[in-house]
């Protein structure tokens, strides 16, 4: 390999890395930090969205990693450089540790670590988008990889950093404890007003750390035009409509979105919707809720459509659309519960919304009653502050559920 290319990678990717520092990581970055510095040799995978801290990570592990190179993928593509070449080129230079920044910007990426690790035993650190996940769980480095999920903010993490205050994580089962759920609502109360800057703006690390609002749009941009090409191939036209897609699903109100709505709306065909949630989903800038029963049994076919906090806000605001509040708060839910399932009918408006290990929850605003629970043995009503004990849970406790 060339010495000039090969310099001029390293020096643009150390800028990227540089770059990424801040001054406190936060707690699950440092979990992450610390487990990896633990293992001498492995293929360790931290996927996530983009903004989410994961080229921090990797920053402070080549601060602390001995005989280690940080490589921006991306930066590798544009110079026309295969991962393998590189850094076998790396290794005869007397480097042991690669941390690779974006790995789903190359092709058949997943062979090629497989190789280099069973060549080398050495210690190969990637990162990228949700998908890369999925690619590394079906090829054969599924069974050598140490794989890391990292979230978005929760609310929990949000206030523990404006304030400096730690505050425990906590369970389902507390918010559903009467008693338990009476002080722990006490502790949370005099911090509530940190949630409406955090659900519109700061619950993305990069945005709370960066200071600018647009960095939302930026992401998405970037997510769109250059992390579908590592799912699927696409032109011009499968980008806009993409984009064109989020921009509806984010300004649209619950129970108004479906594919056959979207299919008109974007004037392509059913199939093409689908192609476009899939891809959207794997990248991560989208949720997929999947409905209640499976086959015969499911109350409604469809996935409920979702997006990480603050993308709605961000989106909408940057459109200058109006943000639908109802589906913050089901995105709030959502990014904290994790695995649901949506029991909304198209048809039946008074079906209550999701169901979590057999307890039911309806998320609504302030006037919302409890005519959909009515005569369910587990179930719930979501606001965002409750107004009574009982069938009403407040919506920010489970934002301390991560």
């Not at 020096?11 to 699950?28: D, F, M, T």
């Not at 544009?78 to 076998?88: K, L, P």
């Not at 690779?100 to 990426?109: G, K, Q, Y």
């Not at 090629?112 to 998908?131: H, N, P, Q, R």
């Amino acid at each position: 390999m060339d010495e000039k290319i090969f310099s001029e990678i390293v020096n643009v990717s150390s800028a990227v890395a540089e770059n990424s520092k801040v001054s406190v990581l936060r707690k699950q970055s440092k979990i992450i930090v610390e487990e990896i510095l633990s293992l001498k040799s492995g293929v360790f995978i931290i996927a996530g969205l983009r903004g989410t801290g994961k080229t921090t990570i990797l920053s402070e592990l080549k601060t602390n990693e001995k005989d280690s190179l940080f490589i921006n993928a991306e930066v590798l593509f544009r110079h026309s450089v295969n991962i393998f070449d590189f850094c076998q080129y790396a290794i005869s230079k007397g480097y042991k540790t690669f941390l690779i920044d974006e790995i789903h910007a190359l092709t058949n990426w997943e062979k090629d670590i497989k190789i280099l690790y069973d060549e080398t035993k050495g210690k190969f650190i990637l990162s990228g988008s949700s998908a890369i996940t999925l690619k590394a769980k079906g090829s054969e480095l599924s069974r050598r990889a140490r794989i890391f999920q990292l979230r978005p903010f929760s609310f929990r993490e949000y206030i523990s950093f404006r304030t400096k205050i730690e505050f425990p994580q906590i369970t389902m089962g507390d918010i559903l404890n009467h008693q338990k759920r009476k002080e722990i609502e006490k502790k949370i109360q005099p911090y509530l007003h940190y949630y409406s800057s955090y659900c519109q703006f700061d619950a993305l690390p990069a945005a709370y750390f960066e200071k600018n609002k647009e960095v939302y749009i930026n992401i998405l941009e970037r997510t769109v035009r250059y992390d579908l090409l590592s799912l699927r191939e696409v032109d011009s036209a499968y980008i806009e409509n993409a984009l064109r897609a989020v921009k509806l699903i984010a300004s649209s109100s619950p129970g108004e979105l479906s594919y056959s709505g979207l299919s008109s709306s974007l004037g392509v065909g059913i199939k093409l919707v689908k192609q476009l949630i899939s891809t959207l989903h794997q990248t991560g800038i989208i949720t997929l809720i999947p409905p209640a029963g499976s086959g015969k049994k499911a109350i409604r076919k469809e996935e409920k459509i979702l997006m990480p906090l603050s993308f709605r806000a961000a989106l909408c605001n940057h459109h200058n659309l109006k943000i639908p509040e109802g589906s913050v708060r089901e995105d709030f839910f959502i990014q904290h519960v994790g695995k649901c399932t949506y029991i909304k009918s198209g048809r039946e408006r008074r079906t209550p919304d999701f169901l979590f290990e057999n307890v039911v929850f309806e998320v609504g605003g302030p006037s919302k009653g409890h005519s959909q629970i009515k005569e369910m043995n587990t179930a719930y009503v979501v606001k965002e502050i409750a107004s009574s004990y009982g069938e009403e849970l407040s919506l920010y406790l489970f934002g301390f559920l991560y």
